[in-house]
């Protein structure tokens, strides 16, 4: 039993040290092509697993060869999903907004827009509500609706008022 409980230790001081030290290790592996994140997550899901599922099943038992099985699969188990949820924490999502996105986007004036200055508009980018100045060839009030036709900087566009 003190086997599989030191192989389960020795996942757990794995993850710790991954956790710990995880961007030099990561630097390391991902040189040769390796992600780091990836391997250290599996590995230690694994052997944390192995070790404790298996230590868990020999005490249950007192077979041996039941208490490897039982860690195998555990382990197999434990470390297929630490592989899966490091990848979908890593891969992040689409929501990344680019300026070239706003363009068609339709927004609400917010701060009436004047005939040769800035006013404000609102528009939902990637499910979140966006505050953005805005220019117009005409002057648009508070409260209509617009579309945007071009961004100029980062946080400025150019819109055109909404026909109904």
Wanted: proline share 3%; aromatic share 4%.
């Amino acid at each position: 039993m003190l086997a599989f409980l030191i192989i389960g230790g020795i996942g757990i001081v794995l993850l710790l040290i991954a956790v710990i030290v995880g961007d030099a290790l990561g630097g390391a592996l991902d040189s040769i092509g390796i992600g780091a994140d990836w391997v250290t997550g599996a590995v230690a899901g694994f052997l944390g697993a192995f070790g404790f599922a298996g230590a868990l099943a020999l005490g249950l038992t007192d077979s041996t060869l039941v208490a490897v099985l039982v860690g195998l699969v555990a382990g197999i188990g434990f470390g297929a999903l630490a592989a899966w949820g490091t990848r979908e924490l890593q891969r992040g999502d689409d929501s990344t907004v680019r300026s070239a996105a706003l363009v068609g986007l339709t927004g609400t004036v917010i701060s009436a827009i004047p005939e040769q200055g800035y006013g404000e508009i609102s528009v939902v980018v990637a499910g979140h509500l966006t505050k953005l100045n805005a220019r117009c060839a005409e002057p648009v009030p508070s409260g209509h609706a617009v579309i945007v036709d071009a961004v100029l900087s980062p946080t400025s566009v150019s819109v055109t008022p909404r026909m109904l």
